[in-house]
């Protein structure tokens, strides 16, 4: 019961998709639909309106009220993971200090007077110097939560595992999980946690507004 989904649909915000329960049970068959509403925090089982399209069976895999079970089994993982957490904070503002620079100087760049070709050629080197910053960040990113995973190992540990095996019990007979919006880092922290993606296999998953963020690689901010 573990793999890829056997199809992903990414819908828009739920004034785009007014039902996506029904979307979801469409994708189901004849099996349950799951829940993963995670981002929305303290209010995840507030699914009323979720529920209403999904059909018969519904069950909410609760990703945030267990993983704050697992926080109040496991202090040195819950520590671990706000270290991680205040690491990826300063990492941040870095980022938005270097960037406020980066695209000062292109924007500039771009408004300055005077020969074209030359210009042009200090516009392009600009604008590569933000995407460099952007690739930079993005392997800092990686290597943060790498390390974390690799010297906590969340899957192995007893807290997160006795959940895991309830979510995998849970996914039995579920044709298809609806990832709703939200938070999107806290949903993707809570999808890490547990190894949501491993246990997709054979399942239909749809994904609105924020949850689709969730499964992209990489999400753009304009």
């Known amino acids: 019961m573990s793999g890829a989904p056997t199809r992903v649909v990414l819908v828009g915000s739920l004034r785009d998709v007014p039902d996506p ?3 979801a049970a469409e994708h189901a068959g004849d099996r349950r639909v799951a829940l993963v509403t995670a981002g929305w925090q303290e209010w995840e089982e507030d699914d009323a ?7 018969e069976g519904v069950v909410n895999l609760r990703l945030y009220a267990r993983a704050s079970e697992v926080w109040a089994e496991d202090p040195e993982l819950t520590r671990g993971h706000r270290e991680l957490q205040d690491q990826v904070r300063a990492l941040r503002r870095s980022y938005n200090l270097r960037l406020a620079h980066a695209m000062g100087a292109w924007i500039e760049l771009l408004d300055m007077p005077g020969s074209g070709p030359v210009l042009q ?11 460099a910053l952007d690739r930079h960040h993005g392997r800092r990113l990686a290597e943060l939560r790498d390390a974390f995973y690799r010297r906590f190992d969340p899957l192995n540990r007893g807290a997160v595992a006795r959940r895991r095996h309830e979510i995998t019990e849970e996914l039995d007979g579920v044709g298809a999980v609806l990832i709703a919006g939200g938070h999107v880092p806290v949903l993707l922290n809570r999808l890490r946690l547990f ?4 246990l997709m296999g054979g399942r239909s998953v749809v994904a609105s507004a924020g949850g689709a963020m969730a499964l992209s690689d990489r999400v753009v901010l304009f």
């Open 49 to 55: 309106d979720l529920r209403a399209g999904a059909g």
């Open 21 to 23: 329960g029904a979307l």
């Open 121 to 131: 050629e200090e516009r392009i080197s600009a604008l590569e110097a933000v995407k």
């Open 195 to 198: 190894g949501v993606d491993q």
